[in-house]
């Protein structure tokens, strides 16, 4: 159409109740996802310190096992 320009990245010029119905699906959608997301999110953050001091345990006890089997004279 003559003047008019595209309003967002929809790729319609003109709007229509469809999309303004499945933009208002979307928006609930999204809001009740976030719902479930957010307090998951939140024990993952708790959980990171422990999984990172069992990562360093883990390296920590490994160093030695690893420097004996590489270590050669020469």
């Known amino acids: 159409t003559q003047g008019q320009v595209y309003t967002d990245y929809g790729g319609q010029v003109g709007g229509s109740v469809a999309n303004d119905l499945t933009r208002l699906t979307a928006t609930a959608g999204q809001a009740l996802g976030s719902l479930a997301m957010y307090p998951a ?3 993952v953050r708790q959980a990171a310190p422990m ?3 069992f990562l360093k345990m883990a390296l920590i006890i490994c160093m ?3 420097l004996v089997l590489v270590y050669r004279l020469k």
């Open 64 to 66: 030695p096992f690893v």
């Open 41 to 43: 999110m939140d024990s």
């Open 51 to 53: 999984v990172m001091a």
